[in-house]
T-cell receptor, first 112, second 115 residues
Framework: RKEVEQDPGPFNVPEGATVAFNCTYS??????FFWYRQDCRKEPKLLMS???SGNEDGRFTAQLNRASQYISLLIRDSKLSDSATYLC?????????????FGKGTMLLVSP | DTAVSQTPKYLVTQMGNDKSIKCEQN?????MYWYKQDSKKFLKIMFS???????INETVPNRFSPKSPDKAHLNLHINSLELGDSAVYFC??????????????FGPGTRLTVL
């Protein structure tokens, strides 16, 4: 089983739509969780952290289910500028040190 | 006032050559990383340095040698380049190693093409 798995997409949605991405991780000892965003030919940037109780940042809502080792990201009222690849990221332990493990990403395409 | 910068942005070279990529961060961070993103867009950690000390060395061929002259710099030297080394290499930094929080800031990437 891959360490962090995501549906690669692409998800094609019209502006204004609500879209959800899911992610599963294999290491039950993982400590913290994030969603990063990567635009085409650009570097990844932190979108939001994911907290156990779930958290919201504007149109974005992240959820974590530790029992199922499952993370989700919900985007409401999609904008054209949301088109990007969304990377699920898990902070685990490697040789006693914290390390980020990235999923392959889910591509989102928002059309007019 | 770029936070994490890398040079060069593009690198095209022949198989067998030796090349270096430089990275600098002005965030005052203690920890720096090198990642490789291949053609399938999979971002994988290669090395991590904390206060100039090598912390993580994933299963990377020893043709790759990182060097950290100080906390703000982490360079990557690659010997005897191979076709499979073609990828985008990202440098990143974070404030410190932390089990609970480890936001990493990425440089713009170096697109390496080996012919």
């Amino acid at each position: 089983r891959k360490e962090v798995e995501q549906d690669p997409g692409p998800f094609n949605v019209p502006e204004g739509a609500t879209v959800a991405f899911n992610c599963t991780y294999s290491n039950s000892a993982s400590q913290s969780f994030f969603w990063y965003r990567q635009d085409c030919r650009k570097e990844p940037k932190l979108l939001m952290s994911v907290y156990s109780s779930g958290n919201e940042d504007g149109r974005f809502t992240a959820q974590l289910n530790r029992a199922s080792q499952y993370i989700s990201l919900l985007i409401r009222d999609s904008k054209l500028s949301d088109s990007a690849t969304y990377l699920c990221v898990v902070n685990g332990v490697n040789s006693g040190y914290s390390t980020l493990t990235f999923g392959k990403g889910t591509m989102l395409l928002v059309s007019p | 006032d770029t936070a994490v910068s890398q040079t060069p942005k593009y690198l095209v070279t022949q198989m067998g050559n030796d090349k270096s990529i430089k990275c600098e961060q002005n965030l005052g961070h203690d920890t720096m990383y090198w990642y490789k993103q291949d053609s399938k867009k999979f971002l994988k950690i290669m090395f991590s340095y904390n206060n100039k000390e090598l912390i993580i060395n994933e299963t990377v061929p020893n043709r790759f040698s990182p060097k950290s002259p100080d906390k703000a710099h982490l360079n990557l030297h690659i010997n005897s380049l191979e076709l499979g080394d073609s990828a985008v290499y990202f440098c990143a930094s974070s404030q410190a190693f932390s089990y609970t929080y480890n936001e990493q800031f990425f440089g713009p990437g170096t697109r390496l093409t080996v012919l």
